[in-house]
């Protein structure tokens, strides 16, 4: 069970001396204009208020690195935080410094506020308090295809043009909206390109959270059910509510998907190491995917709300061609 840590009394200082330097709450409309400041960003249901251009960005986790990238905003990344060992996306144009990374797991307050940034971007915040991160000056933004993944925001559905349209909002927080809005019309337009209709096959996303961890699979909501859809396919697990699932090698072989969707990269571990730890469960040779060999391989960021899924969708969609 994570607990949220206390603030030690100079954060406290840091914090009061930070909200004095701060305008005072409101509602400013939102603008797409560059460098018109104040905006207003709704977030996962709530209102933002970001006073000027983010200049010292701290990411949390890899989605947000790429979205950044992708808006022409990766220059502001001051500390990375919480990717766990996954490989940024090779796609990303302007990569930020493997120097940036200050916790390669979830950060807590204290890091977070001693890392001083001016905005704080990721998945959520499960071993800090997303209040005191507040109280401290510094906004919070989450990507928006993770909204629900933490207990702090709301979740709703989501699809492929959810991350277009995050990429489109961060243009706006820094003033680069055309750039921004260019990667967005593009992205849409692989999006249109790579969705099929219903192939009437189904298919299981299946990965490993860690090297200990057993077997586990993505369920009916979030992205990975999001990119399985729009790639013709019918999650076996489409059933089930939650993003993340530990599953079984019986339920696997009672469920006897088509295809096996096999995630690699998301602890550090090459793609034949992932295949390797799959093959050697007791029994999973028994899918009749397997012995097919319908498996295909995709990197760790493709199941990210980034632009990295896109091109999931476009490898599992002509990997699961005919």
Known sequence: ???????????????????????????????????????????????????SRPERVLTVGTAAVELLDAAGASSAISARTAEFGAALSSSITDPPSDDLIIDPADPTTETIVGATPDLVFGYGL????????????????????????????AGGAVDLHTITDDVRRLGTVFGTSATA??????????????????????????????????????????????????????????DQSDVYLTVSTESLLAAQPEWIVLTHGLYGETEE??????????????????????????????????????????TIAAGTDG
């Not at 040779?285 to 319908?294: N, P, W």
Request: include cysteine; aromatic fraction near 4%; proline fraction near 6%.
């Open 126 to 153: 499960f071993s800090a308090d997303p209040a005191q991160v507040e109280a401290a000056g510094i906004p919070v933004l989450t990507v928006q295809g993770e909204c629900g993944h933490d207990a702090t925001t």
């Open 1 to 51: 069970m994570r607990t949220r840590p206390t603030l030690a009394t100079t954060l406290l200082l840091v914090g009061a001396t930070a909200l004095a330097g701060c305008s005072s709450p409101g509602t400013a409309p939102a603008t797409g204009a560059d460098g018109a400041y104040p905006v207003t960003i709704s977030d996962c249901g709530t209102d933002v208020q970001i006073d």
């Open 181 to 238: 809005d260019a990667a967005a019309d593009a992205l849409d337009e692989r999006i249109a390109a790579a969705t099929r209709a219903s192939t009437g096959a189904s298919a299981a996303w299946l990965y490993y959270f860690s090297s200990e961890d057993p077997i586990s699979a993505y369920g009916g909501a979030g992205m990975p059910a999001a990119v399985l859809s729009a790639a013709g396919l019918e999650n076996v697990y489409g």
């Open 273 to 314: 190491q992932a295949r390797e730890k799959l093959l050697a469960e007791p029994g999973i040779g028994e899918l009749d995917a397997v012995k097919a060999g319908r498996i295909v391989m995709v990197g760790a960021d493709t199941s990210s709300p980034s632009p990295a899924a896109v091109s999931g969708l476009e």
